[in-house]
């Protein structure tokens, strides 16, 4: 029996109960009371001789029983087993945040879809992660290239998403994270640096992206922002961010923060934000990565405040984390990750292993909610269909900390999303996931399938991917072979499969650009060690097929893109063109 999350009880018996084919809904009774478990959202599914009975307390309940009832539809037909089910979750909010300011602004019928399809899985929160990817008016120039969700189209979400069962929480980040608003002309004053600085490892530059806290303007703008943007939304939650200030104290905050101290100043700026959203009839969420450096102050934090506790690692100490806030009697979420930014495919072993450990010490520690993140570092070129085994794990754990089964995840990621008849779309994107350890190498929130390909340009020194054009000097020949060879069968196991319908057959096709782009990565490299080495002639004919085959993964890729995004691919894959450029040095070099 497939059903995502899994039950917390569930007994089979022998039996089946034939719907009714015209007026099935004569067979279903539903009951507000009975035998239901003593919470919120708990609820009893029955399937006997006497046709369908739902009882439950409260309308999230009912919804949960209907969801779990629709999956046993779709598995089942109108022969539904004989079931007994008492089900209930263990975090009352269970979210999706999906990156939309890296590169990909996705069109609105590809979150009413992702919505639709996240509810099925008892999904009930979702957030866009937006930093200048909102059609503010005043800042046409700055979101225009980029495109952005318009007042209407969040509207028209948010109205879905209640219907759905989803609270749809704005969230748009107010301290950092701002790079592309501060390099507008008419805000650069509000940067607490105006120019790029040394990062501390000296291997990239790290461009303006933090308010200065202390400028006069700055509270300012930010109430612009509000009050275009959160007349659109029906939540009563805003998420500010406030993550990774990485430019605070060193600019115009530079002589507060040495006489308050860094912690007190971030701290006091963030009471000042939370004025202005509490203002606004709203409940604060932000980023806790900064409040938890100074562990004092957390205790100071409002009551009302929700803290979300991110951690993207197998061994993060969510445990530790959670503790802190616990503590000091702040709601928190805890908030794992996909991992499948800076990878094309993902890395598997750590999402799975990253959402499972957010997962135990929620639970432990009594965390209010599980926001299972979505991140689109350098450019967002890894696509929805990478994320799905991810996203449906994490629904998975929000439910029901303790179980989650991947083999049944995939039989219900391959009948619910991927709509595959032949059962292989799910498999081919779990196993993808796991393609790149066949590198034995190892790094922080990147794998070199992902990285190698997308690498900046080094004069640029940009953040992200800026490992990429390493990575070919630290593994064996043998070892990029090998994983060339693997991506190569999983696509042959692609191909073979069939998509029922046209949502999926777009996943499909986008599982399959990026596992050509991939695979692109480890060309590339044997490219590179060719040139290394002095193999001139084995270089010239790689870089000759690999400029034709970027040439036409170009052309794929920009085809694709309108089936799921607004604007241009400009600031999502514009590596293609640097690697042909280094193909085309390389003749010359």
């Known amino acids: 029996m497939n059903l995502l999350p899994t039950p917390r009880s569930l007994k089979q018996r022998p039996g089946i109960f034939l719907l009714p084919k015209h007026q099935p809904l004569s067979a279903i ?13 708990g609820y009893a599914l029955t399937i006997s001789k006497n046709g369908v009975e739902i009882c439950f307390r409260e309308p999230a309940g009912l919804r949960a029983a209907t969801t779990t009832l629709r999956q046993l539809l779709r598995e089942y037909g109108r022969r539904l087993p004989f079931v ?19 590169g990909r602004v996705p069109r609105l019928e590809t979150l009413l879809d992702l919505a639709e399809k996240l509810s099925d899985f008892k999904i009930n929160e979702l957030q866009l992660y937006t930093e200048h990817t909102f ?50 002309a008419r805000l650069k004053k509000l940067a607490e640096i105006p120019e790029p600085y040394e990062a501390e490892t000296r ?69 000042k934000v939370h004025r202005e959203v509490a203002g606004r009839k709203k409940q604060m969420m932000f980023w806790g990565d900064i409040i938890l450096k100074y ?3 957390i205790r100071e934090l409002p009551k009302n405040i929700i803290a979300l506790n991110w951690g993207y690692e197998a061994d993060h100490p969510f445990e530790k984390e959670a503790a802190q806030f616990a503590k000091a009697k702040v709601p928190f979420y805890v908030c794992p990750g996909t991992s499948t930014w800076q990878t094309l495919l993902g890395r598997h072993e750590n999402g799975f292993a990253n959402l499972r450990a957010a997962a135990k010490a929620g639970e432990k520690f009594g965390a209010l909610g599980y926001l299972n993140t979505d991140w689109g570092d350098g450019g967002h070129p ?49 196993d993808l996931g796991f393609v790149h350890q066949k590198l034995g190498v190892k790094a922080l929130n990147e794998t070199p399938l992902g990285s190698v390909i997308a690498a900046p340009k080094p004069e640029d020194r940009e953040l992200f991917c800026r490992n990429g054009l390493k990575w070919a000097a630290k593994i064996p020949g043998a070892k990029i072979k090998a994983t060339l060879n693997a991506i190569e069968k999983q696509r042959a196991v692609l191909r073979r499969a069939k998509p029922q319908t046209e949502a999926a057959k777009v996943l499909a096709l986008e599982l ?58 400009k600031h999502c894959s514009p590596f293609l063109h640097w690697r042909m450029e280094d193909y085309q040095r390389g003749f010359t070099g």
């Open 29 to 41: 009774k539903v009951v507000r009371g009975g035998s239901v478990p003593e919470y919120p959202e």
């Open 84 to 102: 007994q089910i008492k089900d209930w979750p263990d975090f009352a909010r269970r979210g999706v945040m999906l990156d939309i300011s890296r």
């Open 135 to 184: 059609a503010y008016k005043n800042y046409k120039s700055v979101w225009q290239s980029w495109g952005a969700l318009t007042a209407k189209e969040i509207q028209i979400l948010d109205v879905r998403c209640r219907e759905l069962g989803i609270d749809l929480v704005p969230n748009q980040n107010s301290f950092g994270h701002l790079r592309y608003f501060l390099e507008d």
């Open 203 to 271: 291997d990239f530059l790290r461009r303006p992206t933090t308010l200065a806290p202390n400028h006069p303007g700055t509270l300012p703008f930010l109430r612009g922002l509000y009050d275009e943007l959160l007349p659109n939304f029906s939540s009563q939650f805003l998420n500010i961010g406030g993550d990774e200030t990485w430019d605070l104290g060193k600019g115009q905050s530079k002589k507060l923060c040495a006489t308050k101290g860094k912690g007190r100043v971030y701290f006091d700026f963030i009471k």
């Open 295 to 297: 562990p004092a102050i």
């Open 382 to 430: 890894q696509p929805l269909a990478v994320s799905w085994p991810l996203f449906a794990a994490g629904a998975a754990l929000a439910w029901n900390a303790q179980k989650l089964d991947e083999s049944k995840m995939l039989d219900v990621l391959n009948r619910d999303v991927f709509a595959d008849s032949t059962g292989k779309v799910a498999c081919v994107a779990y």
């Open 512 to 569: 399959d650009l990026a596992a050509r782009m991939a695979a692109h990565s480890c060309k590339f490299m044997l490219w590179q060690q060719a040139v290394t080495t002095g193999k001139k002639v084995d270089a010239r004919k790689l870089a000759q097929a690999g400029i034709c085959e970027l040439r036409q993964l170009e052309k794929d890729f920009n085809r694709a893109w309108t089936l799921r995004n607004k604007a241009t691919p």
